[in-house]
């Protein structure tokens, strides 16, 4: 598995100038989603428009804060022009890295795959689609070692179980809340998956990872950040909660 190196905006060790340094309580990966936060609130205190939009934003927030009235993205986060005083401490970083697996079925249907990260392996958190049994599993052609090659091991693992009619090993595939959702996940979890192998042919495998940084601000106000990696660091993909001066 390829390791995501993430960048903060403004610098991981960087002080903030609220004087918090909020960020500097976390480390690696997390420490640089919080560094995020602590800089857009600087941006915002300095009125630095351009840095909000073109480090700070991602892509699809950037278009999102243009939307269809104002030029550009700078036009519009004028609108904080008031927080002059914004201070924001963060107090939880969660990373979550998921995965989508879609597959063809022998039998002609679409079957997909949720997938999330529990520790250091993929493990399945949810299913849809036709499960309509296709006759004999597909071999696990995969290669590789990165989160998309792992994740489709995952499902041709999940394919060779239902061959086997092997159970436990079904089971042990699936999330702690996936199998928790089951009496007995052994023995139940033949009622849903008993109708023999799909004979799944991975057709496309999506990978997502985020970030949840939840703060206060200087008022005592709730904010939660969704940050997403692009361009080799965290940027800001969408926030909510009350920003006031405190």
Known sequence: MTALALASCGGGDQASDDGDNSALKFEGRTRAAAQVVEDFATAIRSNDWKRLCNEIYSAEERDLETGLIADSCEDEVDRYDDLKNLSITVNDVQIETSAT??????????ANFDLK???DQ???????GDFTSGGKASPDLASGTDDRAEAERVVAAFDNALEDEDWDALCSLFTEGRRTGYVDCPSDVADDYGGGALGLTVTDVQVKTEATVFSRTGKGDGATFTLVPEGGR??????GGTFGNG
């Open 101 to 110: 697996v879609t597959a063809d079925t022998a039998a002609g249907g679409e």
């Open 117 to 119: 990260k529990e520790g």
């Open 122 to 128: 993929w493990l399945i958190d949810g299913t849809s």
């Open 234 to 239: 965290w940027r800001i993909d969408g926030y």
